[in-house]
């Protein structure tokens, strides 16, 4: 996710001087969340949906009351619209997209003796899912992906598909290692009423994991004998779920997959779940098709419901709905007191293992907020400017060094905003989760350091593979040509997004029921896809009208200021940009007979004391004390 495009991630103010939000703690409080404004529209066939969730089960517990709910919440939910799903007769599927790992200390602080992600796992596979894949998060680290597949394989059964990923493994028999699936390359089930369903999970064609693990891209699995077998019947619907961007401009493969099936059967509704871009989205490949990304972080429970299925001398009808993730949008959707037995029982233990994990422990009070997204990186607001300008240069030092540090970082590490007040463990890991290393190329002249952060931005991030990398790079040109995709797509979707905001306002005060009014809506997603069609009232998918957020686009690199007065900088960097910055610097000082040729042998650890998530956790305790 080279690009950092949150295009419908519209947003505004920051929070400065406000008063920090009461938030929905407990079953059956009522916190200061707006409602949404419209009953969800259900079909003959209906699918909730998660996905980039990255071990955020506790939801948003400062700040963000729109996303404040839990998994328990979200349990009973499901279990509530469940019972209607059989009221109407209907049927009522859950998928989730991948990336559960990754960016929370629920997930991501387990203690020894147990493997990363031991207890948030199996708290969030309680959620009877339909069909769960992987992200490319869970396949970073070797023992992740290994372990993960495991328990995967424990709690789904069948309904864990993988389609296009192997991992290797040491044969029980003859102790020799052997590539296997990674999860079941298909499901082929039936749901409650009778609707024959064929699902794939397929990956975006991902490079950067860890030897031992293999992709194929997502064009060379629909060729595959299997997935021609797989695909020869017609079953009622086909479930796509699959951690890939819908977007073109990202890493969109979804085309190739529905065009494999639609070569053999034209007409049968394909639904399509992806993920990867943190965003909320939505497009269509064809009438018979709709395609959902349900945002990040569980703050968006997405819905989509397809009616007509029994006519099929017609198109069938898709909708599509954003839910905020909070209590009151539960309520609205499911009724009062929604909560069940096992609900609760699942928010009493995320709470204690938060606890255990400590992560309440308070680090330092931050003085202000610093965003990840809605600010500029050079402006005060933004995180990176705060860890480019003052973490980083009183932390990431050298004194034994001659030459002074020039830190470049990839923005991508960076995952979330860091709020005014308590400094967490928790909030630690939410920001920085990985446990990157600070290494250095030492003696660099300036001149190629100079450089170096302007050629980063050109060509991208590819992160670190452990595996040979073969695959096929963007070229410069491209990358340029697609960051100004990028940006032509903000800018209509600002101005709609907008509008929208203001006709929605105007609106609030003429709700019959009014359960939603407010003086002046609260920040939150106002997201203008690709799924809304003719009718105005549909051109949105978000459930409850908000104030847009502010958004400025982000480079792909950041760096500290390129110290003056010196002929050489050690050029100082994360672990997982490693072969970035090689390359980088060799093609800058290529063609320069004279000039050297950076070798991985050359890197050296420049840091030990502090890694990527423990950076902010040093800072805090030497800074805001
Ligand atoms: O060890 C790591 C692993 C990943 N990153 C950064 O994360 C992004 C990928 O995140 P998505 O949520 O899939 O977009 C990757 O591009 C890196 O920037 C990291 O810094 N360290």
């Not at 065009?259 to 059967?265: C, D, F, M, N």
């Not at 255990?356 to 202000?368: E, K, W």
């Not at 609106?507 to 609260?522: I, N, V, Y």
């Not at 847009?548 to 110290?563: D, G, H, I, K």
Request: aromatic content about 10%; hydrophobic content about 35%; glycine content about 8%.
């Amino acid at each position: 996710a080279a690009l950092q495009l949150p295009f419908t991630a519209l947003s505004g103010g920051d929070n400065d001087g406000a008063k920090p939000a009461r938030l929905a703690q407990q079953p059956g409080s009522t916190p200061p969340v707006d409602w949404p404004y419209r009953s969800l529209p259900w079909g003959d066939l209906n699918v909730l949906a998660t996905t980039d969730t990255h071990g955020w089960l506790l939801g948003h517990q400062r700040n963000e009351p729109s996303y404040s709910g839990d998994w328990g919440d979200y349990y009973s939910f499901v279990q509530r619209m469940k019972e209607e799903a059989r009221r109407r007769g209907v049927d009522l599927l859950l998928v989730d997209s991948g990336d559960r790992v990754d960016g929370n200390g629920l997930v991501d602080a387990e203690p020894s003796p147990h493997p990363k992600g031991y207890t948030a796992l199996s708290i969030f596979s309680r959620v009877p899912y339909d069909v769960v894949t992987t992200g490319n998060h869970e396949l970073y680290k070797f023992p992740v992906a290994s372990y993960v597949s495991s328990v995967m394989h424990d709690k789904f059964g069948d309904r864990w598909v993988v389609s296009n990923v192997n991992i290797t493994a040491q044969d029980e028999v003859t102790g020799r290692e052997v590539e296997r699936l990674l999860g079941n390359r298909m499901r082929r089930f039936t749901t409650e009423q009778g609707r024959k369903v064929v699902a794939f999970g397929p990956l975006f064609d991902f490079k950067a994991h860890a030897a031992g693990i293999a992709v194929q891209a997502p064009s060379a699995m629909v060729k595959e004998q299997w997935f021609q077998e797989a695909i020869a019947s017609a079953p009622d619907v086909f479930l796509l779920v699959g951690h890939m961007s819908l977007r073109i401009e990202a890493d969109s493969e979804w085309t190739a997959v529905v065009r494999a099936i639609r070569e053999v059967h034209p007409t049968v509704p394909v639904l399509v779940f992806g993920g990867h871009h943190h965003i909320r989205d939505c497009v269509q490949e064809d009438e018979y098709s709709m395609s959902l990304a349900s945002g990040r972080y569980f703050e968006t429970v997405g819905f989509m419901s397809v009616a007509g299925l029994n006519d099929s001398s017609t198109p069938p009808v898709f909708k599509r709905r954003y839910i905020d993730q909070n209590r009151n949008s539960y309520e609205y959707h499911a009724g009062k007191g929604f909560d069940t037995d096992e609900g609760k029982a699942i928010t009493q233990e995320l709470a204690e293992t938060a606890r255990r994990f400590n992560l309440t422990d308070q680090f330092g009070v931050a003085p202000q907020d610093y965003f990840l997204h809605r600010f500029p990186h050079t402006d005060r607001r933004s995180i990176f400017h705060l860890l480019t300008t003052s973490v980083l240069p009183s932390l990431i030092t050298r004194p034994d060094r001659p030459s002074p540090p020039y830190t470049v970082l990839n923005t991508g590490s960076i995952r979330f905003d860091l709020f005014k007040g308590p400094f967490t463990r928790g909030d630690q890991w939410q920001i920085l989760p990985f446990a990157n290393n600070f290494l250095f190329l030492r003696d660099v002249p300036r001149g190629l350091a100079e450089r170096l952060l302007h050629h980063l931005n050109l060509v991208g991030e590819h992160g670190f593979a452990e595996a040979s990398q073969t695959g096929r790079e963007y070229t410069a040109e491209e990358r340029a040509w697609l960051t100004q995709q990028g940006a032509d797509v903000r800018a209509a979707a600002d101005s709609a997004a907008l509008e929208h905001a203001h006709r929605l306002r105007s609106l609030a005060t003429t709700t019959p029921d009014g359960r939603w009014r407010m003086r002046r809506a609260s920040e939150g997603y106002v997201t203008l896809d690709a799924c809304g069609g003719d009718d105005p009232a549909e051109q949105f998918g978000d459930d409850t009208a908000h104030r847009p957020y502010r958004s400025a686009r982000q480079p792909v690199f950041v760096a500290t200021a390129l110290p003056h007065k010196t002929e050489q900088v050690d050029v100082v960097f994360f672990d997982f940009i490693v072969i970035d910055v090689l390359r980088g610097l060799n093609a800058l000082g290529g063609g320069h007979k004279a000039a050297r040729r950076y070798r991985l042998d050359d890197v050296e650890r420049y840091v030990e004391w502090v890694s990527a998530n423990t950076l902010m956790e040093e800072y805090a305790k030497r800074a805001w004390n």
